[in-house]
């Protein structure tokens, strides 16, 4: 009699144990299902995030005569801080005519170029395209590399301007170069530096 109570609570016991360890393989099954979902939940995200292009326009606006400098105005989606290593006009034949280094954007959004040593007739009636130049290094414009509206990193930033004509980078390793050019163009006039013609 012992041994068949014995026999059946062994019995009784290999089922309890058997529907515990599918009750288990189920919580982790269902466990391993959640964190893939949670996964690709956050994957999603990640890939919804939109990024902006890089844009810059720019006007002349007027020239400087007690400190020999012509001004222009410019409107980009950088944020503000952001520091340009070199600012260009470039003529219609590709030549950089007028050059200001170590420039940070702020909310006058405007750059002096200077002057000194160059003949206005030189420069005038001519298009003209404004460049930015600036790195993106652990200590420059660092922020632009986890910005991901508008920045990320040399491949992620590669990958989106591959065909660009308005965009250039240049790889560094572990920063690199962007070449911003303007999307439009302007003239600069005689007028510009004609103290009369400006008045009216």
Known sequence: MRNIIKFAFLIVLAFVLTACGTSSDNDTTSG??????AGENNTSEEQSVEREELELTFEVADYDEENNALNITFDT?????TAIYRAVLRDDEGKNRLIEYEITIDEARQIAF???GIDPETITNKEYQLVLEFNVTERTNSNLFSDKHIGGS???????YKDSEQVQLTDLGEA???TLDSSNSNAISEDKFNK???AE
């Open 77 to 81: 989606n950088l944020p503000d801080e």
């Open 32 to 37: 391993s299902e959640g964190d893939k979902q």
């Open 114 to 116: 200077g002057m000194e």
């Open 176 to 178: 690199y170069t962007v």
């Open 154 to 160: 040399f491949a992620e930033m590669d990958e989106m």
């Open 196 to 198: 009369e013609a400006a």
